[in-house]
């Protein structure tokens, strides 16, 4: 193949893909705007990234949380999770859609209606309250760190002046293990992030759509900052500048308060001058494929 042939190949492909992110970040901004998309919208998106209509429809069309309809009349967007916690009498809901487990299994029955996260009672709606978080081991639970900010960016001052494989090896003799069910060993995936070749980028995995499981939602609501040193530590060891956060579409108000918290964060780095650390927030779309990580990162590019 000429030379020329081969980067135009590869041009294109990387051209198709940013066209691919471009266009699902852009229709989940109308869906999350409007509480739906219409087939007009949809089919100028198709045309403004040069995608098929069939299948910028197969992608809009796939995805739970986003709503296509005919024409733009307004109405309400009621989203009435059937999972085993909420599958109770629902008498005050009405023209409701039901859709997989919400992560709001301790608000039970619990909706979303037009984006807000809702508990319904006998006479009504309110808005859902904060994870609960209890444990019956009490000699087992202590506080692992207070929930401001300063707290940790005073331990990170200390910390990344460290080199990466002096971190990596304590992670790795405290035995530490991912959580996702896998128990994949953090320092050896570090390590291998690491020393590999080419561009890295931290990703943060908070699309959780399990029945009864909120824990990410739990550790978001309850302390966020704990979730952004431990990213900004792995960036460090990794050898990374750039986080992505992937947070299930559901979790409207989760996603505000990480917005809230980065801004506190990296306002404090900056007066500290521990580096610059690039934060990015993607949202999902109501359908759960990213309990791996491959198919994380193919929805994260559209």
Known sequence: MPVIDRYKKTFDCLKNLQSYENFFAELKGINAKNQRVTKGELNKLSVKYGLPKSTAFSIASFYGLIKIVEDAEVENTILRCSAPACNMDHKNVTDAECVHCIGLCDNAPAAIINGKQVKITENGTIEADKAKILNNQKEKT?????????????????????????????????????????????????????????????????????????????????????????????????????????????????????????????????????????????????????????????????
């Open 142 to 302: 202590f506080l692992l760190s207070p929930d401001k900010c300063e707290y940790y960016t005073e331990r990170l001052r200390n910390l990344l002046t460290k080199e990466p494989d002096e971190i990596i090896s304590k992670i790795s003799e405290a035995n530490l293990t991912g959580r996702g069910g896998a128990g994949f060993p953090t320092g050896r995936k570090l390590e291998t992030v690491k020393n590999a070749d080419g561009k890295k980028i931290v990703i943060c995995n908070a699309d959780e759509s399990e029945p009864f499981v909120f824990k990410d939602r739990g550790i978001i609501e309850n302390n966020p900052y704990s979730v952004l040193a431990g990213l900004i530590l792995a960036a460090h060891c990794a050898g990374s500048s750039e986080i992505v956060i992937y947070i299930r579409g559901e979790y409207t108000r989760q996603k505000r308060i990480l917005k809230e918290a980065i801004n506190l964060f990296t306002r404090e780095m900056d007066e500290k001058k521990l580096g610059n650390v690039d934060f990015r927030i993607i949202s999902g779309a109501g359908a759960y494929v990213c309990g791996e990580e491959t198919d994380l990162i193919n929805s994260a590019e559209g």
